[in-house]
């Protein structure tokens, strides 16, 4: 069944026509779906499978930062990125992609970035691990609430949800799967090269997202380049990561969480960190046609910039103390370019000492 959306309606949400929006359309990139969904699979296979069982299994004893992160990864930038595409009174077709890019939580780059900046890595991997199952129903119910309240009305069609269950339930597979390859392989050195295939599957996704963005005939923007794109295009994704951030800081400061400094880190960059890779390959089921260059421009637009915003918290972090390293014992760049995650546990163990 697909859902019918008249032409007055489609007016009405800024959308100049329906080609896209429901029923299956002619995609130019017919098999990027299917490699898509290939590439996600890897990528969480390869996350799950590098984790630290060891380290994962002490931060279940920590429940209420465990909650508090996730609550806060499923609650925080969904709901400015809906009041965003709101006050901007964005198209239908840039405001959904928002809706759902920030509703993807997770990522082997978000604990990448996590590890650069000496925040709790341990922490992060948990979250990571913790979202990913718990998004199989967080991240559909999130966007189709802010879809009805920003929208008004349901328009999303049964294909499209069903490109939206797929892509969580291919996550979770492959979260298990990963999981089992973990206790088979229980070296660093596996670790490792698990998660370099990770990463190396995260960064294809982008690449491709990229190409697509760059390549694709947009029928809003036939020829305008990424970074000529209307102005409300980057307050859209800006705003709500800068939003997330701030808002998570002063969060995580709360003393009653119980949160020591470097999951203080931890848990401001999961919880601003969207999925991408996850978001890019719903997108790319959703939508068809010359739709999909808008779609995809606001992905990795959207990466971009959540990048750029987590280096420049990581450096502020840095300089106030609340990662792994002191600023006043090592510089800023061996900081970042060194592995001190040997220091979390006593670190965790001297912040509950002192309590």
Not at 19 to 38: D, V
Request: proline share 4%; net charge positive.
């Amino acid at each position: 069944m697909v859902l019918e959306v008249s032409r007055a309606d489609a007016r009405l949400l800024g959308v100049k026509d329906l080609h896209g929006l429901q029923g299956p359309q002619e995609n130019e990139y017919g098999w990027l779906p299917i490699a898509s969904y290939i590439l996600l699979f890897a990528l969480k296979v390869s996350l799950a499978a590098s984790l630290d069982t060891a380290e994962f299994g002490k931060r279940l004893h920590r429940r209420l930062p465990i909650l508090f992160g996730i609550a806060c990864q499923f609650l925080v930038c969904p709901a400015c990125g809906a009041l965003v595409t709101w006050l901007l009174g964005m198209e239908f077709i840039p405001g959904v992609v928002l809706l759902v890019v920030t509703s993807c939580p997770g990522g082997c780059f978000s604990n990448w970035l996590t590890q650069l900046v000496n925040g709790d890595l341990a922490m992060s991997v948990a979250m990571t691990a913790f979202s990913s199952m718990m998004g199989l129903a967080a991240l559909p119910l999130n966007i189709y609430v802010y879809t009805k309240l920003v929208y008004s009305k349901e328009v999303l069609s049964w294909e499209q949800w069903c490109a939206v269950i797929l892509a969580v339930a291919t996550v979770c597979l492959a979260l298990l799967i990963g999981l089992g390859l973990s206790r088979c392989f229980p070296s660093q050195e596996s670790r490792n090269r698990f998660s370099a295939v990770g990463v190396l599957c995260g960064f294809i996704l982008f690449v491709v997202s990229v190409v697509i963005a760059a390549t694709s005939k947009s029928m809003a923007h036939q020829g305008v380049p990424l970074w000529r794109r209307n102005i409300n295009v980057y307050l859209l994704v800006w705003l709500p990561i800068t939003m997330t951030t701030c808002i998570m800081i002063l969060l995580t400061s709360v003393e009653y969480f119980g949160l020591a400094k470097p999951e203080r880190v931890a848990v401001v960059i999961e919880a601003v960190y969207q999925n991408t890779a996850l978001g890019a390959t719903m997108i790319l089921k959703m939508f068809h046609g010359p739709h999909i260059a808008d779609a995809m421009c606001v992905v990795v637009l959207f990466q971009l910039s959540q990048g750029t915003v987590l280096i420049v918290f990581g450096v502020w972090a840095h300089f106030m103390n609340w990662t792994l390293v002191s600023p006043r014992e090592m510089s800023l760049f061996r900081a970042f370019f060194g592995n001190y995650q040997d220091r979390a546990g006593a670190q965790l163990l001297d912040g509950a000492q002192a309590k």
